[in-house]
């Protein structure tokens, strides 16, 4: 059983569409990272939520963490050619905030231009 | 600023044989994990190790042990490899160890056992 689920674990759009990954769990999380990784390299960290409801945004990316904490959703607008890639959330189990990541399975997505 | 860096960046390795991985955390990064990822699925934690010792353990057997050096540097060695221990091994490393769930990887190495 997966702790953290990503959903949908596929996704091809075209160029301009916009795009949301969810992230859900039964579980609280004392923070979550967002990760995009391209083949053959290591996860590149895009994002770290801490705080229950927080919202950050990084340029077309937009992230959320649910208000309990047990869930996050990433947001693309105008999804890009570049932005073409493996999508991983991670959440760190309390107590405290230590460093065993429990990563989902990953979200592939595939923006065609 | 040199990020994380592993090696070797490819290897093939026959079953019953032991290999050892090895790591440079990020500039000023102290805590290093490492992480096993599978084909198409996300990384699954190993250890962490933070002044030279074991912190922290994942669900993996004890063929996987590591180590970490005064320069912060660490290696990880997996002994008696099986055909399953294919996989993409990922090493990450944190400011501290107070900081270590926002973590840095490397490029990874790609282990095959045939």
């Known amino acids: 059983t997966q702790l953290l689920e990503q959903s949908p674990q596929f996704l091809s759009i075209q160029e301009g569409e916009n795009l949301t990954v969810y992230c859900n769990s039964s579980?609280?999380?004392?923070?979550l990272q967002w990760y995009r990784q391209e083949p053959g390299e290591g996860p590149v960290l895009l994002v770290t939520v801490v705080t229950g409801g927080e919202v950050k945004k990084l340029k077309r990316l937009t992230f959320q963490f649910g208000d309990a904490r047990k869930d996050s959703s990433l947001h693309i607008t105008a999804a890009q050619p570049g932005d073409t890639g493996l999508y991983l959330c991670a959440g760190a189990l309390p107590p405290g905030n230590t460093g065993k990541l429990i990563f989902g399975q990953g979200t592939t997505l595939q923006v065609k231009p | 600023d040199a990020g994380v860096t592993q090696s070797p960046t490819h290897l093939i390795k026959t079953r019953g044989q032991q290999v050892t991985l090895r790591c440079s955390p990020k500039?000023?990064?102290?805590?290093v994990s490492w992480y096993q990822q599978a084909l198409g699925q996300g990384p699954q934690f190993i250890f962490q190790?933070?002044?030279?010792?074991?912190?922290q353990r994942g669900n993996f057997p004890d063929r996987f042990s590591g180590h970490q050096f005064p320069n912060y540097s660490s290696e990880l060695n997996v002994n008696a490899l099986l055909l399953g221990d294919s996989a993409l091994y990922l090493c990450?490393?944190?400011?501290?160890?107070?900081?270590?769930?926002?973590?840095?990887f490397g490029p990874g190495t790609r282990l095959t056992v045939t």
């Open positions: 500039s000023g990064h102290d805590t």
């Open positions: 190790y933070y002044e030279e010792e074991e912190r």
């Open positions: 579980s609280v999380f004392s923070s």
């Open positions: 990450a490393s944190s400011f501290s160890v107070k900081f270590s769930y926002e973590q840095y």
